[in-house]
């Protein structure tokens, strides 16, 4: 707009000098003739609004602006003289107002840490509103206001005053994942058409999966035993489960709830059509299927449960796990590397697994 108006005030500038050498005559009769084409463009237009930019409507008020309201109506113009005195106030306002407007706006915004700090205990604590995590900021020694902890949580996104009394199924997944199990039957089709289903358990907390084993017919008495098996196994693991969520599907006979039940194992049903409810088995199972049985010919049953058990001890003792923060389920991560000369001189092995469909890597001993 500026570079308009500067534009508008040099055209308007030489045109004032070009009418300096022209007698009063010659300027008369331009002076009609100009307003004999106004006329014609207004007949022209008819009901149609001209428009006009700020840089036109800035310069027609500072040019009008001293006239007589009287004068005014005598000029021949394409808006009404109310409308040019209109621009002239607000640009008067506008003027006002940039010269009013402080240089730094409000009071200090709350430092960085603070910021953190509350947002940490929204997050660690999703019951808590923001009396309440302003509570415990003063209990820290940390006084702000409590409108502050309200806006930096609807900065945020989080309701500042949440409403829940009750848990998700996320969160009490999370809270109580140390005693969480989770099984589920998935199958595969070897070469010679025959359709297996494998049992595989796996621990929420550690990520650890356990194949209970592979049938082409899951039977009452098959899934019997692979229950009373896993439960000798997490004895001798010294696991100490509590729940372990299953789906509805008719494979597991109600033996294999009571043989849970009698070590202290209680099963969760998930709901109808709501895999989410078992989440974790369930990204399993697709993990499996896109590392290792979309990747290699199943010959057969024997064939598969070769593969499923290098599979698993892969995935126990080597594979990092997001869920764990990059963990392995049986094996804690190593200690980084600090020094600048154990990074310059890596010798890094290769080991690879079931025809190197799956590759360990290792430093050189």
Known sequence: MLLRLTY???????????LLPMSNRDRDVEILVLRHQIAVLQRQLGDTQVRFSPADRALLAALLHRLPRQTLHQLRLLVRPDTILRWHRDLLRRRHARA????????????????????RLAKENP????????????????????????????????????????????????????????????????LTGARM??????????????????????????????ARNLVMDLEHAGCSARFLIRDRDGKFPHLFDVILADAGIQVVLSGVQMPRMNSIVERWIQTCRHELLDRTLIWNQRH???????????????????????????????????????????????????????????HAA
């Not at 009071?107 to 509350?118: H, M």
């Not at 923060?325 to 310059?344: D, E, K, V």
Request: hydrophobic content about 40%.
């Open 8 to 18: 508008l005030g040099l055209t308007n500038t030489f045109a004032l000098l070009r």
């Open 100 to 119: 009013s407007r402080p240089k730094r706006p409000g009071r200090p915004r709350t430092i960085l840490s603070i910021r953190v700090l509350v947002l």
């Open 127 to 190: 019951s808590w509103g923001y009396r309440r995590i302003h509570g415990e900021l003063l209990v820290l020694g940390i006084k702000i206001a409590a409108s502050t902890v309200w806006q930096i949580l609807t900065d945020a996104r989080i309701d500042p005053a949440p409403q829940r009394a009750s848990s998700t199924w996320a969160q009490f997944l999370r809270s109580q994942s140390d005693a969480l199990l989770a099984c589920d039957f998935f199958e595969t089709v070897t």
């Open 197 to 226: 289903y494998v049992l595989a358990v796996i621990e929420h907390a550690q990520r650890r999966i356990r194949i209970l084993g592979t049938t082409p017919h899951p039977t009452a008495e098959w899934v019997t035993q692979a």
């Open 304 to 362: 598969l449960l070769h593969a499923l058990r290098q599979y698993e001890q892969f995935y126990n003792n080597h594979r990092p796990h997001q869920g764990i923060a990059n963990a392995r389920p049986l094996q804690p991560l190593p200690m980084p590397i600090t020094t600048q000369a154990q990074t310059s001189q890596l010798d890094i092995r290769r080991h690879p697994c079931l025809g190197g469909i799956l590759n360990e890597y290792h």
